[in-house]
């Protein structure tokens, strides 16, 4: 798996964008990039993931660069109930599965 | 609706003594992992299983150990449990597909060992 970096924190403010970016540099051609998410207290939940294309779902926006060395997380109007870690992941599964490598995350705090 | 389940909540163990860690899922799913979580450390894979009776260490394998039996069911270990290993325990099970797949998590396990 490539190692990500992520800012270790962000805030945002309720009602707007949140934008968290994700540093994968070394990704390989075969690598998707996930995105999770860990409310306090819960299990790590999926919420998206792309290869080349960005991706778009009923949770968020997934936005992959052309060189595909960072993406950014967008949760379009962030909520108090956004307030999370979130963690991105670039992995690939291979025929032994996917070992899903987590790293520490950025502690998103949306702000009323 | 998926489910995978962590069979406590909260645990408090003696320094020295034989903890279990179980996890079942009920989604046919061929891999199973346990992970540890740390403040300041993040998630950190111990074991994963991609098949009964297999096994793959993680980053932090040592003082553990893992079971599978059988395809839902994957066991953790602390063999000789210290108070090191005192940390919030995470299970997850994903199917076993190449490509891209969604890994499904319990609700974790507190374990304090004193």
């Known amino acids: 798996d490539a190692k990500t970096t992520q800012p270790t924190s962000m805030d945002c403010a309720e009602g707007r964008a949140a934008n968290l970016p994700c540093n994968h540099s070394?990704?390989?051609?075969?690598?998707?990039v996930y995105w999770y998410r860990q409310i306090h207290s819960q299990g790590p939940q999926y919420i998206i993931h792309?290869?080349?294309n960005n991706e778009t779902n009923e949770m968020a926006s997934l936005i992959i660069t052309e060189d595909r060395k960072s993406s950014t997380l967008i949760l379009p109007h962030a909520t108090l109930r956004d307030t999370a870690v979130y963690y991105c992941?670039?992995?690939?599964?291979?025929?032994?599965?996917?070992?899903?490598?987590f790293g520490t995350g950025t502690s998103l705090t949306v702000i009323p | 609706d998926v489910k995978v389940t962590q069979s406590s909540r909260y645990l408090v163990k003696r320094t020295g003594e034989k903890v279990f860690l179980e996890c079942v899922q009920d989604?046919?799913?061929?891999?199973m992992f346990w992970y540890r979580q740390d403040p300041g450390l993040g998630l950190r894979l111990i074991y994963f299983?991609?098949?009964?009776?297999?096994?793959e260490k993680g980053d932090i394998p040592e003082g553990y150990s893992v079971s599978r039996e059988k395809k839902e069911r994957f066991s953790l270990i602390l063999e000789s449990a210290s108070t090191n290993q005192t940390s919030m325990y995470l299970c997850?099970?994903?199917?076993?597909?190449?490509?891209?797949?969604?890994?499904?998590f319990g609700q974790g396990t507190r374990l304090t060992v004193v």
């Open positions: 997850a099970s994903s199917t076993g597909d190449r490509g891209w797949t969604e890994a499904f």
């Open positions: 989604m046919d799913h061929e891999n």
């Open positions: 070394t990704i390989s051609g075969n690598e998707y």
């Open positions: 299983s991609y098949d009964v009776k297999m096994k």
């Open positions: 992941i670039a992995s690939y599964a291979l025929n032994t599965g996917n070992q899903f490598y």
């Open positions: 792309g290869l080349k």
